[in-house]
């Protein structure tokens, strides 16, 4: 009985090792496929591009305009809710090609720019007028306009900045809840 149940012991393990060396087999036979598989695409070396992808070359600096302003930043210090603040930028084109903005965008509604709309010759100059309405801001503010021009880099940004005093700043007027 001894020997029956040892014999059946060892047969099973002689079944199990089989069926592992079996599997094991089969599984490297798989991944030998699979490198074999990744081998052949590399070595077509297609690769595809995408639709919406766009080419990128390098610029030809005969083609760019460039800015050269006067100041990037304009400090327009302390000033009351509701004033409006004007400051106009101005820059020479120091490309080598006429200088051409295509748009400007303004940070936030509050903030209106106006710029040379023709295009401005290597050495003449031009400008970006910015208007900051300072109604309904409060506290420190720095509005910024994004220039996109045929410069590289193609935006440019030119900020504002100073301090709004709320209406009413200085008086005694209750705020909040009021105790009696």
């Known amino acids: 009985m001894k020997i029956n149940m040892f014999s059946a012991a060892a047969l099973s393990l002689f079944l199990a090792l089989g069926t592992a060396c079996s599997q094991k087999t089969d599984q490297e036979a798989k991944i ?13 070396n297609t690769s595809v591009t995408p639709v919406n992808a766009q080419a990128s070359q390098a610029a030809d600096p005969s083609t760019l305009g460039q800015f050269d302003f006067q100041e990037m930043e304009y400090e327009f210090g302390a000033i009351n809710e509701g004033q409006i603040i004007e400051h106009e930028f101005t820059f020479t084109n120091t490309g080598e090609a006429p200088l051409v903005i295509s748009n400007i965008t ?27 309405n300072s109604t309904s801001k409060r506290g420190s503010q720095a509005p910024t306009v994004s220039i996109q021009a045929n410069t590289n880099p193609t935006v440019t940004r030119l900020r504002m900045k100073g301090t709004v005093t709320p209406k009413g700043a200085g008086t005694t007027a209750a705020v909040g809840p009021v105790k009696r």
């Open 32 to 44: 030998k496929a699979l490198e074999d598989k990744i081998a052949a695409l590399e070595t077509r």
């Open 106 to 132: 303004a940070s936030c509604g509050c903030t209106t720019p106006n710029w040379t709309k023709t295009p401005i010759k290597p050495g003449e100059e031009g400008f970006v007028k910015v208007v900051f």
